[in-house]
């Protein structure tokens, strides 16, 4: 049993999946927009570095974790209601893409700001646990106190974007809005609140994304920590389908596990390459993507 | 006519709209006192579907006012209806997909009071309660239109029939004071017409209801008073026993149609 834990292939799993969990979440936070806006978050990515920034940059070093967590995700949400209202708004309804240059420039501005701010000097986060890897019978498991940590938060923001859409009134305002926006104005649904809460509640996503990045990997914090990771997410969310929070979660795990076999069994160079196939390809095969959910849904 | 204008839940005031250079609706007046049923009838292209955009706030009138005398209200905008007690079914029903019919019914209560915004975010008891009160009366609705069996179903799983009476739940939800609805007969076979019929007459002890309808046969017994239109002006108003041998009418509409 300790040989099966510890052996390559289980290694390439956990490993994969600590960084899937990663994409996942990304590609959670361009489809929770997605869906509301119509809008892909080129700078989704550069949101959530700022909101990382801002918690653990503008505090004191010694300023304990989970004080400059909740600071950045209080930053996160802050700045995606911000974006909404000043940036987005004046997108809705325009040619597609006008978003598309926008939020890529929007995501340009945002890392020379953090560069111009805090310089693009790599800064290193405290963890909260361990970054060792267990050990069983003197090998390492594929898995630390630190990366279990990674795993477990990335479900808890999971099953709480879930809870609050599917669970409360509140998401099913959020829901209607983005089915069908005239539709509820005339129900009495405050639509354009809604809008707002949406990029809040992605960009917080967000922030707890750009928190957990930038504390596992070597990088550290830097304006453009994010960017690697970003085009990962959105693969994945590409893949699971843009409509489909579901999809993109499961397709970001899938992702993560894939790349890290071949990294392993190939090249870690191959990776960017199978990526960028695999995009194409599902965008030939299932442009709407592999889960989106048909129209028909019987109970 | 108008018995008591203050009191009208609502009032056209010689409405105007112009597309471009066409008259799409000329002078129209016209009010719903409460308790009422009013229809709107016409040929098509008479106007029905402007003058129902018009008072949603979806087109604006290019002369005239749109007043809602009981709630102090003219001229609103399609997000502000909800909240100043006024409803509208649509005529393509409109409902959620993705959503079930329980969620489609919720969804029309939420300019009620209770909980606030806050509350709703964080989940307070007060929160809690009022979305747990929201679930019941969406419950009741549907118990009381006699579809509450398809509560867990999606709009795509249920029978033409079943999705319009969500949809006129969905409406009710806001504890409207004036109702409109939409072709409230269309695609509904005979037992439901009947159904519906008694349903909305049942309605009338809490609000004012004006309905735009093809179907004749539906219309005449159901409503107190009809808005005959044609070519976007108002030819005839009455009740439908008088409306029926209007000569104008009879040449313009119903004698197209017998």
């Known amino acids: ?299 | 006519m108008l018995a008591d204008p203050p009191a009208a839940l609502l009032r056209l005031d010689a409405v105007s709209v112009d597309f471009g250079g066409l008259h799409a609706l000329r002078d129209v007046s016209f009010a719903v006192e409460p308790g009422e049923i009013v229809g709107l009838i016409g040929p098509n292209g008479a106007g029905k579907t402007t003058v129902f955009n018009v008072i949603c706030g979806f087109v604006k009138p290019t002369r005239g006012r749109v007043a809602f005398p009981s709630s102090g209200h003219h001229n609103l905008r399609p997000s502000q209806l909800a909240s100043a007690g006024v409803a509208r079914t649509l005529q393509g029903v409109g409902l959620f997909p993705h959503c079930s019919v329980l969620e489609n019914v919720m969804a029309g209560g939420h300019n009620r009071p209770g909980g606030t915004f806050a509350d709703a975010l964080v989940a307070t008891p007060r929160g809690v309660r009022s979305e747990r009160q929201l679930r019941d009366d969406a419950l009741a609705l549907l118990e009381r239109l006699g579809v509450a069996d398809q509560a867990a179903r999606f709009p795509s799983a249920i029978p033409y029939g079943v999705a319009k009476k969500v949809s006129l739940a969905r409406a009710l939800m806001g504890d409207p004071q004036l109702l409109l609805l939409d072709e409230p007969a269309s695609g509904l076979d005979e037992a439901e017409l009947e159904q519906f019929a008694a349903e909305i007459t049942s309605l009338r002890a809490q609000m004012g209801i004006l309905l735009v309808e093809h179907d004749m046969e539906f219309v005449m017994p159901l409503v107190d008073r009809l808005v005959v239109l044609n070519f976007g002006e108002v030819i005839a108003t009455g009740p439908p026993a008088e409306v029926r041998h209007h000569a104008e009418v009879v040449a313009a509409y119903l004698g197209v149609d017998q």
């Open chain 1, 1 to 299: 049993m300790d040989a099966f834990w510890t052996s390559r292939v289980m290694s390439d799993i956990l490993g994969g999946l600590t960084n899937g969990v990663i994409y996942a979440l990304v590609a959670l936070s361009l489809v929770l927009i997605w869906r509301s806006t119509r809008i892909l978050n080129f700078a989704q990515g550069a949101m959530a570095m700022l909101a990382a920034y801002v918690g653990f940059a503008v505090l004191a070093p010694s300023t304990n974790y989970w004080v400059s967590m909740a600071v950045a995700i209080v930053a996160g949400v802050v700045l995606g209601g911000l974006t909404e209202r000043t940036v987005v708004r004046t997108l809705y309804g325009k040619p597609e893409i006008n978003p598309v240059v926008a939020m890529v420039g929007f995501l340009l501005v945002l890392e020379s700001v953090a560069a111009a701010i805090w310089s693009t000097t790599s800064r290193s986060l405290p963890t909260p646990f361990s970054i060792i890897d267990w050990q069983l019978a003197g090998r390492p498991v594929a898995m630390s106190p630190f990366a279990l940590y990674e795993v477990i938060t990335a479900i808890v923001v999971m099953v709480v974007v879930a809870v609050v859409f599917q669970f409360t009134s509140l998401g099913l305002q959020l829901r209607a809005a983005a089915l069908n926006p005239e539709v509820s104005r005339l129900l009495g649904v405050r639509v354009t609140r809604m809008l707002t809460l949406g990029w809040m509640l992605a960009s917080g996503v967000g922030a707890v994304t750009a928190v957990l990045v930038a504390s596992n990997y070597f990088t550290g914090l830097t304006p453009t920590t994010m960017d690697g990771v970003f085009a990962f997410g959105f693969i994945a969310a590409a893949v699971g389908g843009l409509d489909s929070p579901v999809g993109a979660l499961v397709a970001g795990v899938l992702l993560g596990v894939a790349f890290q076999f071949v990294g392993d069994y190939v090249n870690s160079n191959a990776i960017i390459l199978v990526a960028l196939g695999l995009l194409i390809v599902s965008l030939m095969v299932r442009p709407s993507g592999l889960f989106t959910r048909r129209t028909e849904r019987r109970v």
